[in-house]
Each structure stands twice: as structure tokens, then as C-alpha cells.
T-cell receptor, first 117, second 110 residues
Framework: EPEVTQTPSHQVTQMGQEVILRCVPI?????FYWYRQILGQKVEFLVSFYNNEISEKSEIFDDQFSVERPDGSNFTLKIRSTKLEDSAMYFC???????????????FGPGTRLTVL | GEDVEQSLFLSVREGDSSVINCTYTDSSSTYLYWYKQEPGAGLQLLTYIFSNMDMKQDQRLTVLLNKKDKHLSLRIADTQTGDSAIYFC??????????FGAGTRLFVKA
């Protein structure tokens, strides 16, 4: 069964460094998403991406963050100048982009745990 | 703003029913969802309900929606040890963004 994969599973970085989190969405999906979950808190929407553009983003997704689909398979989240409070689990998701009922199901990857020291 | 709240822990005995509750604030929600997360895995969509429905049953799962009170519940009948996981309530308003709760950790005692 196709699945969303993410690498690495755990990333440790020093404050101020840049990190790139990688995701391989399901191959025939058209919409891609990033979410994050700070330990013990809610899963928070960061950004959605379609047709090589950001389609929606949250207030969290400021200039420190960027997303890219560098080739036909990868979808990346770049965090520049990481802060301690960026430590979280980051989930990638993808969906086909269907409308109506049933809703467009988002398939999630297992997450990348980012630890900023 | 949009918010989804759920209790953090629930413990039940194997064979009992589990009821996980959730409240949300956005009255324009179109779909409400229950996701399951097992250790080391991503979020898996368990079931959803459209906002104009009151109830949906899917095998051992029953979803109840009280739109007036903005209350959603997930009932798992005959809970098994394999049901131990974190269950997330979530909503969308028709856009791309899904708003999640913090998750309820379900412990099933044998």
C-alpha cells in the first residue's frame, strides 16, 4: 500500500542552524502539507502546497520557513536559523485533491522529530 | 479563532466501550474527523462525519455529532488492546487546513 515517507526520523541541530526535513508523498497525490506537534500540544497546520505554490499557510509559517518540491518526488520543509521553540514533531501529509464527499483524505507520514539544542 | 479541545487520557478494560469526547469552536466546520496514531507511525484517518449528519456508524466505531453544542464523540465498542493509541479529533472548514486537538491517549487494560 502506498505511504508517505519522511527522513530523517530524528534530527538534532544547534540553535541558529538551518535544517531541511524531507518527505516523499504518495506518487499520484497533488496536494502536500506540513504540520507540527510540539510535545504535549496540538498538531498544528503549517502550510499546504499545490501546483508548485503555497495554497494556504498559518501564522506559524513565517519567513523562517519555506517549502519546495525540488523534483517529482520530494517535498521539503526548510527551517532557517532554528530556535529552541522549533523543537517538535513535524508531519508531512499528501492528498489526491478530490472535492465533495467523501472528503479529500490526507495521508500522513510517520513524522520527523526535530530537537534544537 | 478555530480551536479543538479533547481530554488527554482515557483508560478502559478490554471488552468495554470507550468514548472519546471533543469540542470545537468553528461553527462553519464542514467535516469532522477522528485520526488514530500508533507509536512511531503517522496519523491514520479512522472515520469522518459531515457536518449535517448526527451519527455515523462504521463497524465498532460510532461517531456522534451535536452541532448545537459543537461536541463530537467517538465510541469504540468491544475495545481491544490493539486499540491502544492516541486519537485525534480534527475539523476542516472546506479549505486545505485541518485543525487538530491535542489527542486523547487511550489505554486498554487486559
Amino acid at each position: 500500500e502506498p505511504e508517505v515517507t519522511q527522513t530523517p526520523s530524528h534530527q538534532v541541530t544547534q540553535m541558529g542552524q538551518e535544517v531541511i526535513l524531507r518527505c516523499v508523498p504518495i506518487s499520484n497525490h497533488l496536494y502536500f502539507y506540513w504540520y507540527r506537534q510540539i510535545l504535549g500540544q496540538k498538531v498544528e497546520f503549517l502550510v499546504s502546497f499545490y501546483n508548485n505554490e503555497i495554497s494556504e499557510k498559518s501564522e506559524i509559517f513565517d519567513d523562517q520557513f519555506s517549502v519546495e518540491r525540488p523534483d517529482g518526488s520530494n517535498f521539503t520543509l526548510k527551517i532557517r536559523s532554528t530556535k529552541l521553540e522549533d523543537s517538535a514533531m513535524y508531519f508531512c501529509a499528501s492528498s489526491k485533491g478530490t472535492s465533495g464527499t467523501p472528503p479529500d483524505e490526507q495521508f500522513f507520514g510517520p513524522g520527523t522529530r526535530l530537537t534544537v539544542l | 479563532g478555530e480551536d479543538v479541545e479533547q481530554s488527554l487520557f482515557l483508560s478502559v478494560r478490554e471488552g468495554d466501550s470507550s468514548v472519546i469526547n471533543c469540542t470545537y469552536t468553528d461553527s462553519s466546520s464542514t467535516y469532522l474527523y477522528w485520526y488514530k496514531q500508533e507509536p512511531g507511525a503517522g496519523l491514520q484517518l479512522l472515520t469522518y462525519i459531515f457536518s449535517n449528519m448526527d451519527m455515523k456508524q462504521d463497524q465498532r466505531l460510532t461517531v456522534l455529532l451535536n452541532k448545537k453544542d459543537k461536541h463530537l464523540s467517538l465510541r469504540i465498542a468491544d475495545t481491544q488492546t490493539g486499540d491502544s493509541a492516541i486519537y485525534f479529533c480534527a475539523e476542516t472548514t472546506g479549505g486545505f487546513k485541518t485543525i487538530f486537538g491535542a489527542g486523547t491517549r487511550l489505554f486498554v487494560k487486559a
